[in-house]
């Protein structure tokens, strides 16, 4: 068996309507004897772990199950990580799946590129509503980039077009929380500091499924998980205090400019509730949490929250009315 260019890792919870999809997208990428597939069973209790099977007993140098006891989607990430052996780690939601012809030229691409991160493509795919959109990012295709050099003007980086090479995740302990969502938010942050340069290759390689009951990003789940989220963003926050002294100043905007995104976030989710004292009190709170780095802070693009913090109580009402409409979550 050759050496494997890529080491999927597949985040498998009950996933049993999913996982054919998925593992046969990589298979008709025609690229098995260079990918390496880590299924991380999280304690399923569905046929998760019987399908990971049959799929290991036919491709024996390739698939692999892991099974664990539930841990949460940032513990199958760190199992992977732990277990990888290929030169690039990709992490993929089990209920998800891959472009095959674009994984085939992913898998043709790492075989000689050298970087520390990769940038692809991505579909999300609304299949309620047979839509399907192409995600981009703001670079010139093929060029390597100087991370410190350029990274100040990326935008869209997200968890589903991301590729670290995997030693630069190993070697630097790269973890992830445990028993918790959100956590792609981590596994994009956490490495930024060791990164030192990056290629952006304009195809498709990951297949977002969106629009799917019980996902973890439709605001009624954000809602039910609004503590794990703010523990995310508290997280991050403190990460980035921790590092900054260590990171050029385009590295910092970059990693001020991407945790502001997460904390918005947060603060979309509080204002989604029902008004009450104790929620305005939740939101203040958190926002000068998130004071206390100004850059951070300053870097929250949304003219809203900018507008609320110069009357926090006396705009909480407008506010709120606001952000539902636009975001359509209005109770």
Not at 36 to 42: K, Q, R
Not at 253 to 260: D, N, P, T
Request: aromatic content about 12%; hydrophobic content about 35%; some cysteine.
């Amino acid at each position: 068996m050759g050496e494997k260019v890529l080491s999927i890792s597949v985040a498998a919870y009950n996933v049993e309507n999913y996982l054919d999809k998925l593992i046969n997208s990589i298979i008709k990428s025609n690229r098995m004897e260079d990918i390496e597939v880590l299924i991380v069973n999280d304690g399923s209790t569905d046929k998760t772990a019987e399908i990971a099977s049959k799929y290991q007993e036919k491709y024996p140098t390739s698939i692999f199950l892991i099974d664990k006891p539930n841990g949460g989607h940032g513990s199958t990430i760190n199992a992977g990580i732990i277990n990888a052996t290929g030169k690039y780690f990709k992490a993929i939601d089990g209920d998800d799946w891959f472009d095959a012809d674009g994984l085939s030229r992913l898998v043709d691409n790492v075989k000689v590129i050298e970087t520390d991160v990769l940038f692809t493509d991505f579909i999300n795919i609304y299949e309620q509503q047979g839509k399907q959109e192409i995600k981009t990012i703001n670079c010139k295709p093929g060029c390597e980039y100087i991370f410190d050099n350029s990274c100040k003007d990326l935008t869209g980086i997200c968890y589903h077009n991301i590729c670290y090479r995997t030693e630069v995740l190993k070697n630097n302990n790269i973890r992830l929380t445990e028993h918790s969502f959100y956590v792609d938010n981590e596994l994009i942050c956490y490495p930024i500091p060791y990164v030192k340069s990056f290629i952006y290759l304009d195809y498709p390689v990951y297949c977002y499924r969106l629009g799917r009951e019980g996902q973890s990003v439709s605001m009624t789940s954000m809602q039910k998980n609004e503590k794990q989220h703010l523990n995310i963003c508290e997280n991050l926050l403190q990460y980035y205090m921790e590092v900054q002294s260590n990171m050029s100043e385009n590295k910092k905007y970059f990693m001020a400019k991407f945790i502001s995104s997460v904390c918005e976030f947060q603060l979309r989710i509080q204002f989604s509730f029902a008004p009450s004292i104790d929620r305005i009190n939740k939101i203040v709170e958190f926002d000068k949490l998130v004071k206390k780095i100004p850059l951070i802070y300053d870097s929250m693009a949304s003219k809203t929250y900018n507008v609320w913090r110069l009357a926090r109580r006396i705009l909480y009402i407008p506010t709120r009315y606001y952000v539902n409409k636009k975001y359509q979550t209005l109770d």
